[in-house]
């Protein structure tokens, strides 16, 4: 006779849709290598999901849902948010589901959304950034201190912000998604495309 078993329980994927900034924020946490073994420091990453933007990030020596709560809550304040307007997705890595920063969330109004157990590509955007920043052809690999990590991430997300073209968004940069600036830029490039259509056909091999 077998005793009883805890019963398998099934969870439902995230299904998170965004139609415009700050309607859905990814975020999660990569950990960076140092020079002493087995010592890592901690990239705290916030994305807009419509927009591939980062709206907050910080290096910190820690993991903690501390840090996790100053992070949303000066992000959460610096773009305005009203209460129940974004919904927030993570993993379920201990600063995420911490009591606090859970009772944080709740008190600014956001939803939660959380990814399955044991499930690794529940937050695709967040790691498509992660692996993005490690495979840049600059990227150290291990960093001297975090004032070193700040120092390299901030030129890194200079330009993942303002000069990086993602395919997913049709070649535009995020703070073009972010801002509103997609219609008058979209405008700009179809004349161009006309202009060089009209000078040059034949290059137009679909029309």
């Known amino acids: 006779e077998r005793r009883n078993q805890p019963q398998a329980r099934s969870h439902a994927g995230p299904r998170l849709e965004a ?41 910190a020596e820690r993991e903690n849902s501390a840090l996790s709560k100053q992070l949303f809550a000066e992000a959460i304040t610096r773009y305005q948010l009203e209460p ?9 890595g201990a600063p995420m ?12 109004g956001v939803e939660r959304s959380v990814s399955r ?13 992660f692996k993005t920043v490690k495979y840049q052809p600059d990227y150290p690999g291990r960093f001297l201190d975090a004032p070193h990590a700040r120092r390299w991430f901030t030129e890194f997300f200079e330009w993942y912000a303002n000069q990086h073209r993602h395919s ?6 995020p703070p073009d998604v ?10 700009a490039r179809q004349l161009a495309l006309d202009d060089a259509y009209v000078a040059h056909p034949e290059r137009f091999v679909r029309g």
């Open 19 to 59: 139609t415009a900034p700050n309607q859905v924020w990814s975020w999660d946490i990569s950990k960076l290598a140092t020079y002493v073994p087995g010592v890592f420091l901690n990239l705290y990453l916030v994305l807009d999901l419509f927009s591939r933007f980062p709206v907050a990030w910080m290096v």
């Open 117 to 129: 157990p044991r499930v690794s590509n529940d937050n695709p955007y967040s790691e498509a950034c």
């Open 178 to 187: 972010f801002f509103g600036r997609v219609t008058e830029l979209a405008a």
């Open 84 to 92: 129940g307007s974004i919904t927030v997705h993570n993993d379920r």
């Open 97 to 108: 589901t911490s009591g606090a920063f859970i009772d944080l969330l709740a008190q600014l």
């Open 168 to 173: 997913g968004l049709a070649l535009f940069t």
